[in-house]
C-alpha cells in the first residue's frame, strides 16, 4: 500500500465523514443530480439515506440499456451508484462494487437487504469487494468476464493511473467499455499541488491532463476516449486558488471500448453505425 492510498483511506474513511471540511472546499468532487432521467432519478429517491449522505461522484454514470448486463463499480464508495445501477440491471443482471476504504464498504454492505427489499429482488444482486483497483483480477474479478465498467471521479485519486485502466481492460469481455466520469486539468499541475493531501484527497491534485488520458487509453489497448459530458469545476477560495494558479478543471464523462482487432477489416475501413432509435427516452 502507498502512502496515497493511506491518506484517502483516511480522508475518505473518517476525514469527510467527521468535519465540514468538504463543503468548504467547493465540492469538487460533487456534482448536481439535475441531467439524471426520470429513472435514474426515481431510483434516487428509493436509497437509503447513509449511502447517499457519503457519495462523493463527480458525474452519472449510468449508461443506458443495461438489463441483465455484468457491471463493476471501481471505487464504489459508499454504494450509491452500485445500487441505482443494481436497480437498471434488473435481477438477471449482477453488479460488484471494489473500494479499498472499510468506512466506506462497511456503509455499503450494511444495505444491501434495504435496497434489495426496496427493489423487489429475492436474491441480492450486488456486492463489494475490498481491494484497489490497480489489482481487480488480485480481488478476484476474472479476465474477460464484465460487460461494463463504471468509476464515479476515482481514477484521478489512483497513484498508477495506466495499471488501473490496464486492469479494467483486461476484466472487459470484447465489446465491453468502460463509463466513466472523472476530474481533469488543462495543463500540468506544480509539485506543490500534487503532493497537497487535501487537494489529492478533493479530486484536484491527481487530476490527469485530458491529453494524457487520451495517450494511455490507446496504450492500454482501448478505442480512443469517446466524451460524453463535460462540465467546469470553479474554485472560489482565495487558498486553494493561489495553489493551482492558472490551471483549470473540468468534469468529464469517457466512454472506453475494448474493440479487438477486426481480421475480416485489416486496412480498418471505417464503418458507419446508425441509430435507430430503439432505446427508451432517446428517440
Given at each position: 500500500m502507498s502512502d496515497i492510498h493511506r491518506d484517502l483511506q483516511e480522508y475518505y474513511g473518517n476525514t469527510l465523514y467527521s468535519s465540514s471540511y468538504y463543503q468548504e472546499v467547493q465540492q469538487s468532487c460533487t456534482?448536481?443530480?439535475?441531467?439524471?432521467?426520470q429513472k435514474v432519478k426515481h431510483i434516487m429517491s428509493l436509497l437509503h439515506n447513509d449511502v447517499v449522505s457519503r457519495y462523493y461522484g463527480c458525474g452519472l454514470v449510468f449508461p443506458e440499456a443495461v438489463e441483465g448486463c455484468?457491471?463493476?463499480?471501481?471505487?464504489?464508495?459508499?454504494g450509491r451508484d452500485c445500487?441505482?445501477?443494481?436497480?437498471?440491471?434488473?435481477?438477471?443482471?449482477?453488479?460488484?462494487?471494489?473500494?479499498?476504504?472499510?468506512?466506506?464498504?462497511q456503509v455499503a454492505r450494511n444495505h444491501i437487504d434495504y435496497h434489495m427489499k426496496q427493489?423487489?429482488?429475492?436474491t441480492p444482486n450486488?456486492?463489494?469487494?475490498?481491494?484497489?483497483?490497480?489489482?481487480l483480477i488480485g480481488c478476484g474479478i476474472p479476465r474477460d468476464s464484465v460487460d461494463i465498467i463504471v468509476s464515479n471521479c476515482v481514477i484521478n485519486l489512483c497513484p498508477d493511473k495506466q495499471t488501473a485502466l490496464q486492469e479494467a481492460y483486461n476484466i472487459l469481455k470484447s465489446g465491453g467499455e468502460m463509463y466513466f466520469s472523472?476530474?481533469?486539468?488543462?495543463?500540468?499541475?506544480p509539485p506543490e499541488v500534487r503532493k497537497d493531501k487535501i487537494l489529492y484527497g478533493e479530486c484536484i491534485g491527481g487530476a490527469l491532463v485530458w491529453t494524457d488520458l487520451m495517450k494511455i487509453a490507446c496504450e492500454v489497448g482501448f478505442a480512443p476516449p469517446v466524451l460524453v459530458d463535460v462540465s467546469p469545476i470553479t474554485i472560489d477560495k482565495p487558498e486553494l486558488k493561489q495553489l493551482i494558479g492558472n490551471a483549470r478543471f473540468c468534469s468529464a464523462t469517457y466512454r472506453l471500448f475494448k474493440v479487438e482487432p477486426d481480421d475480416s477489416?485489416?486496412?480498418?475501413?471505417?464503418?458507419?453505425?446508425?441509430?435507430?432509435?430503439?432505446?427508451?427516452?432517446h428517440p
Open positions: 456534482s448536481s443530480n439535475s441531467k439524471a432521467s455484468r457491471i463493476v463499480d471501481l471505487g464504489s464508495g459508499s445500487y441505482i445501477l443494481s436497480k437498471l440491471v434488473g435481477p438477471n443482471g449482477y453488479v460488484t462494487g471494489v473500494d479499498m476504504t472499510k468506512e466506506q464498504l427493489f423487489g429482488y429475492q450486488v456486492s463489494f469487494l475490498e481491494g484497489y483497483i490497480e489489482d472523472d476530474i481533469y486539468a488543462d495543463k500540468d499541475l477489416n485489416p486496412s480498418n475501413t471505417v464503418i458507419e453505425v446508425v441509430y435507430k432509435g430503439s432505446i427508451p427516452d
